[in-house]
C-alpha cells in the first residue's frame, strides 16, 4: 500500500472528484433520457470540441487507437501503403497502421521537439509514401510547418496523433487542425479524459467528415443500409457527457498543467536533471512533463523513496518492443530515439495537484541534485 503522502504519476479519479457534482448530473442525465449511443451529447461533443481545436468537424468515436484507424481509412490508405512516422510514441500509433494494412516506415525523433525530425522525412518517401503521421508527443507540437510544405510536394496526406496534445498550439493554430485529420484519445488520464474509452477524428473537410461519419457505423449514411463496408467504434452518451463536462474546464486545466511546469523548470538545474525544451511559438499541452536524466533509474529511485511517483513513457521504443522488432523498415537508424528511451522519466503531472505536492516534487528534485 501507498501512504496517503504519496504523489502519484497520474491520478484520473482526483479529477472526477474536482469535478464530481456536475459529472454525476451529466450522468444522470444520460440514464434518465434512455438513449445511450450516438445521442444528443455525443452531437453536442462533437460541435464542442470542434469549436475547441478551430476544426470544422469532429466524429467521436470509441478510442484514440479506432480514432487513427477512421482517420487512415478516410485518407484511402491500402495493403502496403506507407506511413512516415515516429517510433517514439504510443505503440497505439503504429499498430493502427498496421490493423489498416499499412507499412509503419520510422523518422528518428528531433531530440528538442522529441518529435518527428523533419530534415529526414523526404529521404523516407518511396513511390509507396501516402501519409505522414506527426505524433505531437507529451503535448510538444511537431515542426507541422516544415512537414505541411513536404506533404504538399510529394502529394501526401498529413494525419496528427494528437492524443497526448488537446489544446497544444504551434503558429497559432491547435494541433489537429494543420493535416487532412487530428485524431485524439479520450483515455482517461490524457488532459482530455474520459471515465472509461473513448476518441475523435477533427476535420476541416465536409466530405472526409461525411465518410467518417458512415466509417465509423457500419458504413451507414442511413441507418440499416451500408454504403460501403465499415466498422464499429461509436462514442457512448455517458463519455460524452462527461467529456462535455471536463471540455469546460480544459482551457483552465491545461493552464494549470503550465503554471506546475513552471515550479518544476525553475526546481531543476539542467545539469543532473535536464528539463524539456521550451520552444517559442508554440504553447505546450503539459500532458507529461519528462525530464531527462543520466542516472535515470537511480532518480526514479530517489523520487520513489519521497513518496513521488515518476513513470516512464515509454520504457522501450515501438521499434523495440518484441511485437515489432527487427521487421519495421528503417528502424535500425534512429539514434536520437534510442538514446532519448534511456534517459527519460515522467514527473507527476496533472491540474489537480496541490501546490504543496508541487513543492514536494521540487524539493526532491533538488536534493538529488545537490546530492550528484
Ligand atoms: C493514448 C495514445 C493513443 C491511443 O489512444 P487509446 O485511446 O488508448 O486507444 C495513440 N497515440 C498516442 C500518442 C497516445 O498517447
Not at 37 to 63: N, R
Not at 225 to 236: A, C, K, T, Y
Not at 296 to 325: C, N, S, T, W
Not at 335 to 361: C, G
Request: glycine content about 8%; charged content about 25%.
Amino acid at each position: 500500500m501507498m501512504s496517503d503522502k504519496f504523489i502519484p504519476a497520474a491520478n484520473p479519479k482526483a479529477q472526477y472528484e474536482a469535478y464530481k457534482k456536475e459529472i454525476d448530473h451529466a450522468i444522470e442525465k444520460v440514464l434518465s433520457r434512455g438513449w445511450y449511443i450516438l445521442g444528443e451529447e455525443v452531437g453536442l461533443f462533437e460541435k464542442e470540441f470542434a469549436g475547441f481545436t478551430g476544426s470544422g468537424f469532429c466524429i467521436g468515436c470509441a478510442s484514440g487507437t479506432d480514432a487513427l484507424i477512421l482517420a487512415l481509412k478516410s485518407v484511402g490508405i491500402q495493403p502496403g501503403d506507407e506511413v512516415i512516422t515516429v517510433s517514439h510514441s504510443a505503440v497505439a500509433t503504429v499498430a493502427a497502421i498496421e490493423l489498416v494494412g499499412g507499412v509503419p516506415v520510422f523518422a528518428d525523433i528531433d531530440p528538442v521537439t522529441r518529435c518527428m525530425e523533419t530534415a529526414q522525412i523526404s529521404s523516407l518517401i518511396s513511390e509507396k509514401t501516402k501519409v505522414i503521421l506527426p505524433v505531437h508527443i507529451y503535448g510538444q507540437p511537431a515542426r507541422m510547418k516544415e512537414i505541411l510544405s513536404i506533404a504538399r510536394q510529394n502529394n501526401l496526406k498529413v494525419i496528427e496523433d494528437c492524443a497526448q496534445a488537446h489544446g497544444a498550439e504551434t503558429e497559432g493554430k491547435k494541433v489537429g487542425t494543420f493535416g487532412d485529420a487530428g485524431t485524439f484519445s479520450f483515455y482517461p488520464t490524457k488532459n482530455l479524459g474520459a471515465l472509461g474509452d473513448g476518441g475523435a477524428v477533427v476535420t476541416n473537410s465536409s466530405e472526409l467528415a461525411e465518410y467518417l461519419k458512415a466509417l465509423r457505423e457500419y458504413g451507414w449514411k442511413s441507418r440499416y443500409i451500408s454504403d460501403f463496408p465499415g466498422m464499429n467504434s461509436r462514442l457512448d452518451e455517458i463519455q460524452a457527457a462527461v467529456l462535455r463536462v471536463k471540455l469546460s474546464h480544459l482551457s483552465k486545466d491545461n493552464a494549470r498543467r503550465r503554471e506546475i511546469a513552471e515550479h518544476y523548470f525553475s526546481a531543476i538545474d539542467g545539469v543532473h536533471i535536464i528539463p524539456p525544451a521550451r520552444i517559442e511559438g508554440t504553447l505546450h499541452a503539459m500532458h507529461l512533463f519528462v525530464v531527462e536524466c543520466e542516472k535515470r533509474d537511480g532518480l526514479q529511485q530517489f523520487l520513489k523513496r519521497e513518496e513521488v511517483g515518476a513513470a516512464i513513457h515509454y520504457p522501450m521504443a515501438i521499434h523495440q518492443q518484441p511485437a515489432y522488432a527487427g521487421r519495421i523498415r528503417d528502424s535500425e537508424n534512429l539514434p536520437q530515439t534510442e538514446r532519448l528511451y534511456r534517459r527519460i522519466l515522467s514527473l507527476p503531472m496533472y491540474p489537480e495537484l496541490t501546490n504543496e505536492q508541487v513543492e514536494r516534487v521540487c524539493s526532491a528534485l533538488k536534493k538529488w541534485s545537490s546530492s550528484q
